[in-house]
T-cell receptor, first 119, second 115 residues
Framework: GAVVSQHPSWVICKSGTSVKIECRSL??????MFWYRQFPKQSLMLMAT?????????EQGVEKDKFLINHASLTLSTLTVTSAHPEDSSFYIC???????????????FGPGTRLTVL | AQKVTQAQTEISVVEKEDVTLDCVYE???????LFWYKQPPSGELVFLIR??????QNEISGRYSWNFQKSTSSFNFTITASQVVDSAVYFC????????????FGTGTRLLVSP
């Protein structure tokens, strides 16, 4: 199956700093990428959907100025948590899909996740 | 709006017991997809199965089996002869068939299999 990587796998930062998380599709072109957030012992919540070359679509309640998403190429999307605070500590997971494939359902392939801890 | 309910927060079983994880969904779409994912302690999601709304056949894969019933909007997952390695959080999810086919996840069921 298709492989999606995330970097870093974990990060610890001080409150007020910005953190960038990368999501890469290694062996396919990801026209669409999704970013999820998972708090401890909770479910995955979709934060935003991004398409290559266009602005991301954020879910209700997600601050787009705080969570900056850039999908500049067909294999890379980045999520930047700006001015991070302890309440942003979470597990961030990306997924990628080749939306251009002409099938009835285009599979989402998930990355391994990035654990962010803000002190 | 789409919704997935996994009423069982946590289930504990002893190895070799059978266990069923329940999933009930809500959607107004006539075409949709249902999924089960496994999330071990490492955190990485493991895809288990996808079914589309037109295929109500039950499926068996080794010790895993799935029962899809549109009449009750349920997509239950059974593990036969559970093993310690089955310990994980299991998520049921639903995808619409329009737009970006976004996934909506249930709250998950934590399965603990003890020796």
């Amino acid at each position: 199956g298709a492989v999606v990587s995330q970097h870093p796998s974990w990060v610890i930062c001080k409150s007020g700093t910005s953190v960038k998380i990368e999501c890469r599709s290694l062996d396919f072109q990801a026209t669409t990428m999704f970013w999820y957030r998972q708090f401890p012992k909770q479910s995955l919540m979709l934060m935003a959907t991004s398409n290559e070359g266009s602005k991301a679509t954020y879910e209700q309640g997600v601050e787009k100025d705080k969570f900056l998403i850039n999908h500049a190429s067909l294999t890379l999307s980045t999520l930047t948590v700006t001015s991070a605070h302890p309440e942003d500590s979470s597990f961030y997971i990306c997924s990628a899909r080749d939306q251009l494939r002409r099938t009835s359902y285009n599979e989402q392939f998930f990355g391994p996740g990035t654990r962010l801890t803000v002190l | 709006a789409q919704k997935v309910t996994q009423a069982q927060t946590e289930i504990s079983v002893v190895e070799k017991e059978d266990v069923t994880l329940d999933c009930v969904y809500e959607t107004r779409d006539t075409t949709y997809y249902l999924f089960w994912y496994k999330q071990p302690p490492s955190g990485e999601l493991v895809f288990l199965i996808r079914r589309n709304s037109f295929d109500e056949q039950n499926e068996i894969s080794g010790r895993y089996s799935w029962n899809f019933q549109k009449s009750t909007s349920s997509f239950n997952f059974t593990i036969t002869a559970s093993q310690v390695v089955d310990s994980a959080v299991y998520f049921c999810a639903l995808s619409e068939n329009t737009g970006f086919q976004k996934l909506v996840f249930g709250t998950g069921t934590r399965l603990l299999v003890s020796p």
